[in-house]
């Protein structure tokens, strides 16, 4: 045999006027597969005579190059319609109006934090976040709560394993250590709030070993007894959405406020039902009061010159009076059933103007 038998132009003009890489992969097989007619040549070459051999096989050489750069062009001009194709197909008009049925929900817990944050950034509030693991100190010594503190035991701390120093790190049993963190890092005028979790060890029909509260901190020159009420007789009303909601503060103790209050709400619990509002019953919702001095000294504030207040809220509560969400335990369940009842829609952004907050 003196030559081979192999015209590249035909494929060559193919390939570029292949309409889809289908095609392209059809035409790419059919000159170079295992039975492709480049390959089937290639063959060839060893039944040629050895001085044909060299021309014959860079011929094919060059030939296998100018289909296999035709194939990549081809691929990439091919690609270039698909997409672009695709984009035009797909074009989203985001002029058009909303209108989907998301299957989500957002749980209620969130929607509270959300309520209660809206509230309170009306206010002038910001809000800080906090570490779950804390330090001793912040958590309880520099609250004023020293070791041998008879509150320590009424935390049911969860504690991690000493450290060779003798410390321990545990999980915050309330949001207040972000006061002190707070405090130790910024100057006065402060006035924050903490929304987060919390940790216990306490699991029965109404309590969980982890649960959520909300902190607040105001430090200001003169900051007074009468600022925190007004603040959270505002805040109560804003959230129940009861404009004439009744509430009471009746005196507590917390080792880190002095003087401290709980805040109680009016409702009524006629025929069993409870009914926020008026009624003559009381309801407890937070604790509050004016940040002790000593607190204050911990934190490096100079309590001759600075007055605070502050409270704390657990947020399961709260939501379960203002949704009538009957047990607690459900909230942690992760049951679809029970979301979809009382889970929001997430379109329902709660805003002082959206009417959420205010009631009906
Ligand atoms: N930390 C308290 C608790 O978990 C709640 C609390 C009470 C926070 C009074 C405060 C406060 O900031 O002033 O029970």
């Known amino acids: 045999m003196a030559e081979i038998e192999f015209e590249s132009e035909e494929i060559l003009r193919e390939i570029e006027e292949a309409p889809s890489p289908a095609a392209l992969e059809e035409i790419r097989i059919r000159a170079l597969g295992r039975r492709g007619a480049l390959t089937l040549a290639m063959r060839e070459l ?7 051999r060299p021309s014959a096989g860079a011929a094919l ?28 197909r797909e074009r989203a008009d985001t002029t058009l109006p909303v209108s989907f049925a998301p299957e989500g929900r ?45 509150a320590r035991q009424e935390h049911d701390t969860f504690y991690f394993e000493p450290r060779a120093d003798g410390t321990r790190r545990l999980l915050r049993t309330h949001t207040s250590p972000m006061q002190v963190r707070t405090m130790l890092k910024e100057k006065p005028p402060l006035r924050i709030i903490v929304p987060g979790r919390t940790f216990r060890c306490d ?5 969980s070993p982890m649960f959520h509260q909300v902190e607040g901190l105001v430090v200001d020159r003169e900051t007074h007894m009468g600022h925190l009420k007004g603040c959270l007789i505002d805040f109560c009303r804003a959230y129940f959405g009861l404009e004439d909601l009744a509430v009471r503060f009746r005196p507590s103790y917390f080792p880190f406020t002095e003087p401290s209050a709980e805040v109680d709400i009016g409702c009524s619990r006629k025929g069993g039902e409870l009914k926020i509002g008026k009624g003559g019953d009381w309801l407890e919702i937070l604790g509050c009061g004016m940040v002790h001095p000593r607190v204050l000294e911990n934190c ?22 203002k949704y009538g969400i009957p047990d607690l335990r459900a ?30």
């Open 46 to 52: 060893r039944a040629l005579d050895a001085e044909a």
């Open 61 to 88: 050489n060059a030939a296998r190059e100018a289909i296999t750069a035709a194939l990549g062009a081809a691929e990439a001009r091919l690609s270039r319609t698909v997409l672009e194709e695709r984009l035009k």
């Open 106 to 150: 957002i749980h209620p817990i969130s929607q509270a934090f959300d309520e209660v944050v809206a509230i309170f950034g009306e206010m002038g509030f910001r809000v800080v976040e906090g570490p779950h693991i804390e330090e001793d100190f912040y958590n309880f010594t520099a609250l004023n709560i020293p070791p041998e503190h008879p």
């Open 203 to 207: 699991h029965d029909a109404t309590h």
């Open 300 to 321: 490096g504030i100079d309590p001759g010159l600075y007055q605070g207040f502050a409270f704390g809220m657990g947020i399961e509560r709260v939501a379960m009076l």
């Open 331 to 360: 909230f942690y369940d992760g049951d679809w059933r029970w979301l979809k009842h009382h889970g929001f829609l997430p379109l329902d952004i709660p805003s002082l103007v959206r009417g959420s907050l205010a009631g009906p």
